[in-house]
């Protein structure tokens, strides 16, 4: 049949099992969103407030439900608005296929009004990059971005697409959806070398990131932990692979990791790092990280190994499908000495104090677990909240924590949840954890979840001021806090009403309960507001370059 490009554009996404994509209208994309209007019985369009926040929401469907994301803008500022959210979504390898409008091919390279060359801006931040030009390359070049998007270390794909391709015609014949297959080939020494330096361990540990999350290969990990009792930490973007309550789970590694996953990782002799990058944030001391241990890596991409931490061995390929080549060969093993050091260290782990009088963060996240149950699936921003969150929630399943881990995007929360909430249809609650100056930055997403009547609940940590840069002054500048306090006046419960959404502000404990249960009968979205004092720390800290020497807990 012969159809125009946007109605091509159309097909292929309906054809690739796409039911939602995320964007803001243009006239460049004008003809796509024609297309979409007819196509709507098939595909539903969220239209954000701004692109980032479409960008983000986008990032977050896809971090939800492990499907591709769509975003769609138009030329010029519409594409470099996406900017952001591309190179989140890069950072944390997040599968996302964002459509660009663009000038007509006629007037490309003419400085015409909106055109940017998106492609040549967004190189560093995609796996790659697609460039329009005739309409009969367009259906299969669609197709070439959700395969390369989920295909080995998943990531985004851009496809610029001019005007005047969108209101070409040409034949389209339709094809299956395509269904990347990655397979893992490993050679038997190698996974022999691995297993002996498994079964050989003394002291093992398990290190694991977001590969293990990505290629859901939880069961496959837990199965290897249980078999040769290794204890187990995370880093963020693994949050929830593990269930808070399992005894191997020692909780968060790194900067405001516990003591334990720390002291752990210096007195192994075996670091088994599965699905991570060594990033700077856990291996704070390259020279340093796990210098009494062996480290074995396995991870999709063979440019991580040996990038931020020289390695020992390495197998590279799918996780989940290594781990299951791998379990067979690896012995049932107990290791009582190790895991009696590893109990005396946790007896000594920091924890905070309740305090009745005030909002101490911990609580409040506390009962936010307590009431939303563990359906819940939690959104952050970035800054002390996103910490918080990370050490207090009691994460009970992938793909229900979702922040920005890489790029550590202040403003990510909103329209991530917004995604996120579109995702389960409303069936899970959704709550938005983020601090003032996370939210203020894209705040405006209250509309779109107003709009379509989204049930997003966010909890707002107010403490003033910019609290992880002024935590970081407060340690490493000598009190000097210099553009840490804004001086905002912001009335929270106002401007959410304004809005057309519902606000609360509180002060102690049971006025936080009290509205954040009125909060989960919602039927739109709500936020709350909670004073907390400026001077509140993410504890435990080791600076930037330390070890767990270095470690600060007060």
Same mark, same amino acid.
């Given at each position: 049949?012969? !159809?125009?490009?946007?109605?091509?554009?159309?097909?292929?996404?309906?054809?690739?099992?796409?039911?939602?994509?995320?964007?803001?209208?243009?006239?460049?994309?004008? +003809?796509?969103?024609?297309?979409?209007?007819?196509?709507?019985?098939?595909?539903?369009? $969220?239209?954000?407030?701004?692109?980032?926040?479409?960008?983000?929401?986008?990032?977050?469907?896809?971090?939800?439900?492990?499907?591709?994301?769509?975003?769609?803008?138009?030329?010029?500022?519409?594409?470099?608005?996406?900017?952001?959210?591309?190179?989140?979504?890069?950072?944390?390898?997040?599968?996302?296929?964002?459509?660009?409008?663009?000038?007509?091919?006629?007037? *490309?390279?003419?400085?015409?009004?909106?055109?940017?060359?998106?492609?040549? #801006?967004?190189?560093?931040?995609?796996?790659?990059?697609?460039?329009?030009?005739?309409?009969?390359?367009?259906?299969?070049?669609?197709?070439?971005?959700?395969? /390369?998007?989920?295909?080995?270390?998943?990531?985004?794909?851009?496809?610029?697409?001019?005007?005047?391709?969108?209101?070409?015609?040409?034949?389209?014949?339709?094809?299956?959806?395509?269904?990347?297959?990655?397979?893992?080939?490993?050679?038997? &020494?190698? !996974?022999?070398?691995?297993?002996?330096?498994?079964?050989?361990?003394?002291?093992?540990?398990?290190? /694991?990131?977001?590969?293990?999350?990505?290629?859901?290969?939880?069961?496959?990990?837990?199965?290897?932990?249980?078999?040769?009792?290794?204890? *187990?930490?995370?880093?963020?973007?693994?949050?929830?692979?593990?269930?808070?309550?399992?005894?191997? +789970?020692?909780?968060?590694?790194?900067?405001?990791?516990?003591?334990?996953?720390?002291?752990?990782?210096?007195?192994?002799?075996?670091?088994?790092?599965?699905?991570?990058?060594?990033?700077?944030?856990?291996?704070? +001391?390259?020279?340093?990280?796990?210098?009494?241990?062996?480290?074995?890596? /396995?991870? $999709?991409?063979?440019?991580?190994?040996?990038?931020?931490?020289?390695?020992?061995?390495?197998?590279?390929?799918?996780?989940?499908?290594?781990?299951?080549?791998? !379990?067979? !060969?690896?012995?049932?093993?107990?290791?009582?000495?190790?895991?009696?050091?590893?109990?005396?260290?946790?007896?000594?782990?920091?924890?905070?104090?309740?305090?009745?009088?005030?909002? %101490?963060?911990?609580?409040?996240?506390?009962?936010?677990?307590?009431?939303?149950?563990? @359906?819940?699936?939690?959104?952050?921003?970035?800054?002390?909240?996103?910490?918080?969150?990370?050490?207090? $929630?009691?994460?009970?399943?992938?793909?229900?924590?979702?922040?920005?881990?890489?790029?550590?995007?202040?403003?990510?929360?909103?329209?991530?949840? #917004?995604?996120?909430?579109?995702?389960?249809?409303?069936?899970?609650?959704?709550?938005?954890?983020?601090?003032?100056?996370?939210?203020?930055?894209?705040?405006?997403?209250?509309?779109?979840?107003?709009?379509?009547?989204?049930?997003? $609940?966010?909890?707002?940590?107010?403490?003033?001021?910019?609290?992880?840069?002024?935590?970081?002054?407060?340690?490493?500048?000598?009190?000097?806090?210099?553009?840490?306090?804004?001086?905002?006046?912001? &009335?929270?419960?106002?401007?959410?009403?304004?809005?057309?959404?519902?606000?609360?502000? %509180?002060?102690?404990?049971?006025?936080?309960?009290?509205?954040?249960?009125?909060?989960?009968?919602?039927?739109?979205?709500?936020?709350? @507001?909670?004073?907390?004092?400026?001077?509140?720390?993410?504890?435990?800290?080791?600076?930037?370059?330390?070890? /767990? @020497?270095?470690? *600060?807990?007060?």
């Amino acid at each position: 049949m012969r !159809l125009t490009g946007a109605d091509i554009f159309a097909e292929v996404l309906v054809e690739q099992g796409v039911d939602t994509l995320f964007g803001y209208p243009g006239g460049a994309v004008l +003809n796509l969103y024609d297309a979409l209007y007819k196509y709507s019985d098939k595909l539903r369009h $969220i239209m954000t407030a701004h692109e980032q926040g479409a960008a983000h929401a986008a990032d977050g469907y896809a971090r939800a439900t492990g499907k591709t994301g769509v975003v769609l803008a138009t030329s010029g500022p519409g594409a470099t608005n996406l900017v952001t959210g591309i190179a989140t979504a890069y950072m944390d390898s997040i599968p996302m296929v964002a459509i660009t409008g663009n000038v007509g091919t006629t007037l *490309i390279g003419r400085d015409s009004f909106q055109e940017v060359y998106i492609a040549g #801006i967004t190189m560093p931040i995609t796996k790659h990059n697609f460039v329009m030009r005739r309409v009969e390359e367009l259906a299969d070049v669609m197709r070439d971005a959700f395969r /390369i998007a989920q295909t080995g270390r998943k990531g985004p794909v851009l496809v610029d697409i001019p005007k005047d391709v969108t209101s070409a015609k040409t034949e389209f014949t339709p094809k299956p959806p395509v269904h990347p297959v990655y397979e893992t080939r490993l050679e038997e &020494d190698a !996974l022999t070398r691995a297993a002996q330096m498994i079964n050989e361990a003394k002291r093992p540990f398990l290190y /694991i990131g977001g590969g293990v999350a990505a290629s859901g290969a939880g069961e496959e990990l837990q199965a290897l932990a249980r078999k040769a009792q290794i204890p *187990i930490a995370y880093t963020m973007m693994a949050a929830g692979v593990l269930d808070y309550g399992d005894p191997l +789970n020692l909780g968060l590694i790194g900067m405001h990791g516990c003591r334990t996953t720390n002291k752990a990782v210096n007195e192994a002799d075996l670091v088994l790092a599965v699905g991570t990058r060594f990033s700077d944030r856990v291996a704070l +001391n390259g020279d340093q990280f796990a210098h009494q241990a062996s480290i074995l890596q /396995i991870d $999709i991409d063979p440019s991580e190994v040996n990038k931020n931490v020289s390695v020992d061995h390495s197998l590279v390929g799918d996780v989940r499908q290594t781990l299951q080549m791998l !379990l067979p !060969l690896v012995k049932e093993t107990e290791h009582p000495a190790w895991m009696e050091q590893i109990k005396a260290w946790q007896a000594q782990d920091y924890r905070p104090k309740d305090d009745a009088s005030r909002l %101490c963060p911990h609580q409040v996240i506390g009962t936010i677990c307590e009431l939303a149950g563990p @359906e819940a699936l939690y959104v952050t921003d970035v800054g002390q909240h996103q910490m918080w969150a990370t050490q207090y $929630i009691r994460h009970v399943r992938p793909r229900s924590f979702l922040t920005s881990g890489g790029l550590g995007t202040m403003g990510f929360g909103y329209g991530a949840a #917004i995604g996120a909430t579109v995702a389960v249809d409303a069936q899970r609650p959704v709550i938005h954890i983020t601090g003032d100056g996370s939210f203020h930055m894209n705040l405006n997403e209250a509309c779109t979840a107003v709009s379509y009547k989204l049930p997003v $609940i966010t909890v707002i940590f107010n403490n003033t001021v910019l609290g992880m840069v002024r935590q970081w002054q407060t340690v490493f500048y000598g009190k000097r806090y210099s553009s840490t306090d804004p001086h905002r006046q912001t &009335d929270y419960v106002k401007l959410a009403e304004g809005f057309g959404a519902k606000g609360y502000r %509180c002060k102690t404990l049971d006025e936080f309960s009290a509205a954040f249960a009125e909060a989960l009968k919602a039927d739109g979205p709500v936020w709350i @507001e909670c004073l907390i004092h400026k001077d509140e720390k993410v504890l435990p800290m080791i600076p930037a370059g330390g070890s /767990i @020497e270095d470690i *600060i807990l007060e």
